[in-house]
């Protein structure tokens, strides 16, 4: 007969089963996007509401493509540029941001748009202006941990004229970077990278450019008016 082994439970106290009954568990709903997109979705949603079908979303609201489908669903037209708007077109521009060209464009064609660029880039491009100081003697000239291509890397940059910024993609970029003033430097990051993605570069950065200058003061995010047709 083989062996066994019986194990028993110790008996729990009065005050330990007490406990056991009181314990709550609270399960955070998972989201698949920060506070920005929402607000940037419920932009859409309410400009659908105010308008009507269509309304014309310049860039994905946001990389979900249910998300997406829910919205085209509802009556949202994605498209990549305003020359797919037409002339009497209600138009968003996504969380992510767009070039000062973009608005501008759209008040030259009087469409009326609404600025959903989520805070916290808002929060960047104030800060690279603050960098660029107009160009004046205070300018600084701009280092741009991000990602080439990116909505937000594109808008951030147009905020500014062009060579005003120099894009860092990673860790080796920040190494052979040469800037034409290496005492009048400043970096920003695009804000959909976590910290360990930038904590190198930013090292690398500081150690080579010990004057670089990063977020010095708190940043108002002001937003962009809704502009209507004339």
Known sequence: MPDTLTTSRPQASSQQESEAQTLRVLLAGPRGFCAGVDRAIRV????????????????????????????EE????????????????????????????????????????????CPLVSKVHREAERHFAGGGADARHILMIGHAGHPEVVGTMGQLPNGAVTLINDAEEARTVEPADPSRLAFITQTTLSVDDTSEIVAILRERFPLIEGRRRKISATRRPIVRKQ
């Open 44 to 71: 859409v949603e309410e400009a659908l509401r105010r308008y009507g079908a269509p309304v014309y979303v310049r860039h994905e609201i946001v990389h979900n493509r249910t998300v997406v489908e829910n919205l």
């Open 74 to 117: 509802q009556g949202a037209i994605f498209v990549e540029e305003l020359d797919e708007v037409p002339a009497d077109g209600h138009v968003v521009f996504s969380a992510h941001g767009v070039p000062r060209s973009v608005p501008a464009e759209a008040q030259r064609r009087n469409l009326l748009y609404l600025d959903a660029t």
